[in-house]
């Protein structure tokens, strides 16, 4: 399995269960993943500390850390979304989220190829996407909820399998156009396509569909909202309530 080597989590997870080749463009992002392969806990990144920023604001919204905890331990999808309603969903957080999404809070972190793909008036579509998971998956047993509304990140070692995890400094297309055809039976892409042009999207599908062997599957998300409607789009299935879309496919079918 090709994977984006990214923090490291979805190789770890992918392990125990395959060969997994984790690729990354960016040596600093390699080396992080590195290091948590090895069992380092890691450390915040820009995303974690613009929501450390929120949650420290959010009782400001009536988001008291025991009440946002009680609604973390939840795990009835109707009740929850009672409780956020009746208790989270506040005009106070509706606004603070709205301002914390904007554009203009947003060019401040971020560069800004990353946000021209991005839906407009993203804090309404990042409730739309809270929701979502609120209202399908128990809270209790979501590692995503506990990190997002209160810090907690997962502290679980990593697998004994972790160790086979071949890291590889590259670019993904540039990686498997030097690989064997048919040498790879599923492709976990991230979102690398996000914030690059088209170019680049049809060398990058034409190089999986070259290295895939037969029936091979890929995954791709996206945090814009430019296939949510499609057939393949599973974003609803994911927990971590950030994609717009996360679309499953067939290699053969980029």
Partial sequence: ????????????????????????????QLEYASHRIEGDPGFRGKAERVMDFMRFFAPLAGWWPSRVRRF?????????????????NTWRFRASLDGLFSFTALRAVYAPRFLDFLPKRLGKVMRGRMERSFGRHPNRTNPY????????????????????IQLVHADAAGYLESQPAAGFDGFTLSNILDGVDDAYRQRLFA?????????????????????????????ADDRSMLWGSVLVRRADEL
């Fill in 145 to 164: 909820v506990r990190s997002l509304l209160l810090g907690e990140l997962s502290s679980d070692p990593p697998p004994p399998e972790a160790e086979r």
């Fill in 1 to 28: 399995i090709l994977c984006i080597a990214s923090a490291g989590c979805t190789a770890m997870k992918l392990a125990p269960r395959h060969q997994v080749v984790a690729v990354d463009i960016n040596p600093v």
């Fill in 72 to 88: 973390v331990e939840l795990d009835d999808p109707a009740e929850q979304m009672d409780f956020w309603n009746r208790e989270l």
């Fill in 207 to 235: 190089a999986v569909k070259r290295a895939a062997a037969p029936d091979a599957m890929t995954v791709l998300r996206s945090f814009g909202d430019a296939d949510a409607g499609s057939p393949a789009n599973r974003a």
